[in-house]
């Protein structure tokens, strides 16, 4: 059981980077999987990517394979995930979480904290 902030969200133009932060914070076991979500206005949330904790090993939703990237500093207790090439269909609130699987469903994950939000412009 964990509590997640994500952090590091702001305004930005298309084909910008950006990367967001995950502070996780409690006791962490290394076969957790941290994962990212987002959620538009007036749409459901949905998979952006997991990570487990122990080797690093990560998922990719297709919609932003080659363009986001999960990584993580285990001394710190943060995942972060980094926009390269940022389209306005990527602007939603993300949100990070902690799951024992790895999984594309947001109800297999925990301890949902605050989200922040990514604004991309045309």
């Known amino acids: 059981r964990c509590s997640c902030r994500a952090s590091g969200g702001g305004l930005v133009q298309a084909g910008d980077s950006l990367r967001l932060s995950c502070a996780a914070s409690g006791r962490i076991l290394s076969s957790w999987i941290m994962g990212w979500f987002r959620q538009a206005p007036g749409k459901e949330r949905e998979f952006v990517a997991a990570m487990r904790w122990s080797n690093g090993n990560t998922k990719y939703a297709d919609s932003v394979k080659g363009r986001f990237s999960i990584s993580k500093n285990s001394a710190e207790h943060t995942a972060y995930l980094q926009m390269n090439s940022v389209k306005p269909e990527d602007t939603a609130v993300y949100y990070c979480?902690?799951?024992?699987?790895?999984?594309?469903?947001?109800?297999?994950?925990?301890?949902w904290g605050q989200g922040t939000l990514v604004t991309v412009s045309s």
């Open positions: 979480a902690a799951s024992s699987q790895f999984s594309t469903q947001g109800n297999e994950y925990f301890r």
